[in-house]
């Protein structure tokens, strides 16, 4: 699976959007990108993936530039609750013949201030 | 709802002993992992599982094995515990990707963690 690279730590401001960028420079064409998030003392959870185009649910939205070298996670209106570390991952898709192992990053610490 | 449960929230073991970690889920998963975690160091995959009695190494296996022996359950087994095994260590499964049609793999769900201290 390809590595991802992510910023370390971010803040952002109640009620404002909060972007999370990642960079995964050596995707392949069947990786998918998925993010996950973890909540202080809490197990990690799924938030979003995608393959090349941009996908949204309710918990964010997640941009994928066209050559799908790098993506970013917008939770449009951060809360004090998304105070995280969030997990960018890209991952082969079913049908390879992988495995389906998981592999995690050292994630980007959200800090969202009032 | 989707349920990854892990035998015990704390844990205090002496250095030599044998641990079992136990992880138990409800959703019919093929894919079972175990991570450690660590300050600054993220989420370190130790071993995972595809199937009963399939197993493969993560990036961190040394000194842990680990069992598979019913589809719903897998064991993490410290053979004798150190000191440096300190540690959360996270459960996670999730559905196997090979011979299902073409798509995402679906998402993993993580049990709570269990803190395990070695003194």
């Known amino acids: 699976d390809a590595k991802t690279t992510q910023p370390p730590s971010m803040d952002c401001a109640e009620g404002r959007a909060a972007n999370l960028p990642c960079n995964h420079s050596?995707?392949?064409?069947?990786?998918?990108v998925y993010w996950y998030r973890q909540i202080h003392s809490q197990g990690p959870q799924y938030i979003i993936h995608?393959?090349?185009n941009n996908e949204t649910n309710e918990m964010a939205s997640l941009i994928i530039t066209e050559d799908r070298k790098s993506s970013t996670l917008i939770l449009p209106h951060a809360t004090l609750r998304d105070t995280a570390v969030y997990y960018c991952i890209v991952r082969v898709g079913r049908g390879s013949g992988n495995t389906g192992k998981l592999i995690f990053g050292q994630g980007t610490t959200l800090q969202v201030k009032p | 709802d989707v349920k990854v449960t892990q035998s015990s929230r704390y844990l205090v073991k002496r250095t030599g002993e044998k641990v079992f970690l136990e992880c138990v889920q409800d959703?019919?998963?093929?894919?079972m992992f175990w991570y450690r975690q660590d300050p600054g160091l993220g989420l370190r995959l130790i071993y995972f599982?595809?199937?009963?009695?399939?197993?493969e190494k993560g990036d961190i296996p040394e000194g842990y094995s680990v069992s598979r022996e019913k589809k719903e359950r897998f064991s993490l087994i410290l053979e004798s515990a150190s000191t440096n095994q300190t540690s959360m260590y996270l459960c996670?499964?999730?559905?196997?990707?090979?011979?299902?049609?073409?798509?995402?793999?679906?998402?993993?769900?993580f049990g709570q963690g269990t803190r395990l201290t070695v003194v």
């Open positions: 959703m019919d998963h093929e894919n």
């Open positions: 050596t995707i392949s064409g069947n990786e998918y």
């Open positions: 995608g393959l090349k």
């Open positions: 599982s595809y199937d009963v009695k399939m197993k």
């Open positions: 996670a499964s999730s559905f196997y990707a090979k011979g299902r049609a073409r798509g995402p793999n679906t998402e993993a769900f």
